[in-house]
């Protein structure tokens, strides 16, 4: 089934230029890449986007991370993306994540992780939809 899903190249990516790399690994899994930008992402932004976070400890450093420098906001297609995306993205903590995922190839530690994918496919239509408007998605 084919479905869409929301993808953030965080900015300690961006500051290394790996977007083309991690578009690079998004791509040989299998996912088409439909829309992308490079924002700088407010702090409005952030802090509504993590919004489920609010109450945890964290939530002050990753709306300072995300806003730091540059992101790229991204929506990708293909068979199954939400989990496909999880897959190639790896465990959170890059110590745990699998060879070749994103993260086990370009993560710096668990807060720096160099990239964000939805958890469901009702979050990634939020999501998206927080970035893009469907005018702006070339499927």
């Known amino acids: 089934m084919t479905e869409r899903t929301f993808s953030i190249i965080k900015p300690d990516a ?4 790996l977007t083309g790399k991690v578009n690079a690994v ?3 899994a299998g996912l088409r890449i439909v829309a992308q930008r490079r924002i700088k992402m407010s702090r409005a932004q952030a802090e509504k986007f993590y919004e489920i976070h609010k109450e945890r400890p964290f939530f002050g450093e990753l709306v300072d991370f995300m806003t730091s420098g540059p992101v790229v906001v991204q929506v990708l297609e293909g068979d199954n993306a939400v989990q ?3 897959d190639v993205m790896g465990a959170t903590n890059p110590e745990n994540a699998a060879e070749g995922t994103i993260r086990k190839l370009y993560a710096r530690n668990v807060g720096e992780n160099s990239v964000h994918g939805s958890d469901s496919a009702e979050n990634a239509k939020i999501e998206i939809a927080q970035f893009f408007t469907d005018d702006q998605i070339v499927g």
């Open 84 to 86: 496909r995306y999880r």
């Open 14 to 17: 961006t500051e290394r230029n």
């Open 26 to 28: 998004i791509e040989d």
